[in-house]
């Protein structure tokens, strides 16, 4: 899966969700996280969960200023029965967007 995580990371929070409720409980999942700013390559990081779900949550200060939009890759065996997006919203929880992977 590959999509927008944040257009704008000085303004915005997000969170990456993963869902598949079909997945059994106690099934392990290992996937590879990367992300990507303007610049290329910001951060590469495994993730490992057991069930149905896993999220994963940046704020403004996990980049700094040069990253400009940033984009994620979520890669592994399985990756792709899971429904993957992720949810931009203002500090304030004032407003928010949800983007879809792909």
Same mark, same amino acid.
């Given at each position: 899966h590959w999509g927008l995580l944040n257009p @704008?990371? *000085?303004? $915005?929070?997000?969170?990456i969700s993963m869902l598949n409720p079909f997945s059994k409980e106690n099934k392990?999942? *290992? $996937?590879?996280?990367?992300? #990507?700013? %303007?610049?290329?390559? =910001? %951060? %590469?990081?495994? =993730?490992?969960?057991?069930?149905?779900n $896993? @999220?994963?949550t940046f704020d403004k200060n996990k980049f700094n200023s040069d @990253?400009?939009?940033i984009w994620y890759s979520i890669t592994g065996e399985g990756v792709g029965s899971f429904n993957t997006f992720a949810? =931009? #919203?203002?500090?304030?929880l004032?407003?928010?967007?949800v983007e879809h992977s792909y």
């Open positions: @704008s990371p *000085n303004k $915005f929070k997000c969170i392990k999942h *290992n $996937f590879d996280l990367k992300l #990507y700013g %303007e610049q290329g390559l =910001i %951060e %590469e990081k495994p =993730i490992s969960f057991k069930g149905k $896993f @999220s994963i @990253s400009g939009v949810t =931009i #919203y203002l500090p304030s004032g407003d928010g967007s």
